[in-house]
């Protein structure tokens, strides 16, 4: 990783010691004072603090990013500070923080904006003078008061044509609040970003209580920007470098099966999990409802489409019971579920079936593929659904021609797969989602 280019840090040592394990391990480096950064503040920019060697700030002499000279007395030579290099855990982001900062990190599978799985990066960095530096690469919307003026006062051209910035907006009713971001069009500052070509959202800001409630001035806001919270801030944003790889998993994170990569979805409640291929997406229905004996229960209803928009397979669990129809069917494979008892089992509809001449699917069962599965298993207190739609073989694969190719597909294998991976948690309809 390159060294930080810090104002705050101009004519002394960065020392790059440790190393931080969260997710991912960064090795410690040593580097040398950088050359200061290419600024653009505005005329009105305030200038940037000089810490002392006490970790006290003290007014800087002018307002350029020029290392103290001898000939100014009250100038003192900024205190060495260790950084660390950190890394999210699936590599998408470097950066380098202060070691005395706290880092904490929740991460995880989560929904993306399409419907599909993927790995979001939740992570906030906290200094101890207060405030906190908040990283997501997820995807969320924006809400705020209307903004009629908007006015850069710091920025520093970072990786992937990115840039740190620290800017004021005035809003209806003169408040002025500000923002300390990275941005991806100085013209027009926005506190979320795409890296490259990528659709991912990012969002890395700093947030301070000072700011919270915005400023009655622009003096104020400016003389905000100009402290050393927002500097240090700005310093460590621009040390980010993004690889852009939108789909990139931490090491051990989902399931790799002949070629496809699964990862773990559960209801809403907690009743069962499976395993779901990364690139399917996920349209979860799922909602209250009431039970024969007046109780409210959640009723799951997750179905999962493949990307070209049919649904393939879909998950329920409520009280009902099976309706089993005496159709004409060939057995393909039977494999086992998580749960004793259950199993995936793979299908095709004879020519004598109405309307389903020849459709194809996977079901869960718990006959063994003694007879044709019924779609539901029970225990004592619910029932399971967890099948595909009977469909032509065309819509699940158009290089598939008959239900022969059905069996022995790699779209077969991924239903399989999918549906032998349900593990079950608990029988309760009356947990409701937390």
């Given at each position: ?11 002394t ?6 190393t ?29 603090p ?15 990013a020029?290392?103290?000279?001898s ?6 030579e ?8 950190f ?5 998408t982001l ?10 904490e ?21 906290s200094?101890?003078t ?25 920025r ?7 840039f740190?910035?620290?800017w004021?907006?005035r809003?209806?009713?003169?408040r002025?609040?500000?923002?300390v971001?990275?941005?991806g069009?100085?013209?027009?500052p926005?506190?979320m ?12 800001g ?8 915005g400023f009655?001035?622009?003096?104020a806001?400016e ?9 240090l ?5 621009a040390?980010a ?5 939108d ?11 002949e070629?496809?990569t699964?990862?773990p979805?559960?209801t ?5 999990s ?18 024969r ?5 959640w009723d ?7 990307p ?19 159709w ?5 494979e ?14 095709t ?12 699917g ?6 063994g ?33 008959s ?10 294998e ?21």
């Amino acid at each position: 990783m390159r060294p930080i280019q810090s104002r705050l840090l101009a004519a002394t040592a960065v020392v790059v010691v440790a190393t931080i394990t969260l997710g991912a391990c960064a090795q410690a480096e040593e580097a040398s004072a950088p050359l200061l950064p290419e600024t653009a503040p505005s005329e009105t920019a305030s200038p940037a603090p000089t810490p002392s060697p006490t970790g006290e700030s003290e007014p800087a002499t002018t307002g350029t990013a020029t290392p103290p000279q001898s000939a100014q007395p009250a100038a003192v030579e900024a205190a060495p500070v260790e950084m660390v290099d950190f890394e999210t855990q699936n590599g998408t982001l470097q950066l380098q923080v202060p070691s005395n900062w706290t880092i904490e990190d929740t991460s995880t599978i989560a929904m993306q904006g399409s419907g599909r799985q993927g790995w979001n990066n939740e992570v906030v960095f906290s200094p101890p003078t207060g405030g906190s530096l908040q990283y997501s690469d997820g995807y969320w919307g924006d809400t705020g008061p209307a903004t009629i003026e908007t006015q850069i006062i710091e920025r520093i051209a970072i990786d992937r044509g990115l840039f740190a910035a620290a800017w004021w907006d005035r809003h209806e009713g003169g408040r002025y609040s500000v923002s300390v971001s990275i941005v991806g069009d100085v013209s027009e500052p926005f506190h979320m970003f795409h890296v490259g070509e990528g659709k991912r959202l990012h969002g890395m800001g700093f947030f301070h209580p000072d700011a919270q409630n915005g400023f009655d001035s622009r003096e104020a806001a400016e003389a905000y920007i100009g402290g050393p919270e927002v500097a240090l801030a700005l310093d460590v944003m621009a040390s980010a470098a993004f690889t852009g790889e939108d789909d990139a998993l931490p090491a051990g994170v989902g399931v790799e099966h002949e070629g496809t990569t699964y990862l773990p979805y559960t209801t809403q409640n907690g009743t069962a999990s499976f395993l779901v291929p990364q690139h399917w997406s996920i349209g979860d229905h799922s909602r209250p409802g009431t039970n024969r004996a007046g109780q409210d229960v959640w009723d799951n209803s997750v179905a999962l489409y493949l990307p070209n928009g049919n649904m393939v397979l879909h998950y329920g669990d409520m009280w009902f019971t099976n309706l089993i129809e005496e159709w004409e069917w060939t057995l393909g494979e039977v494999r086992p579920t998580q749960t004793d008892g259950w199993q995936a089992v793979s299908w095709t509809l004879g020519d004598s079936v109405p309307n389903h001449a020849g459709y194809v699917g996977v079901s869960l069962s718990d006959q063994g593929g003694a007879v044709r599965p019924a779609d539901n298993v029970c225990s004592e207190n619910l029932c399971r659904s967890f099948s595909g739609v009977p469909l032509d073989v065309r819509w699940l694969d158009d290089g598939l021609d008959s239900p022969d190719d059905f069996f022995g597909s790699a779209i077969e294998e991924q239903m399989l797969t999918a549906v032998a991976s349900l593990e079950t948690h608990h029988d309760d309809a009356t947990r409701l989602p937390q």
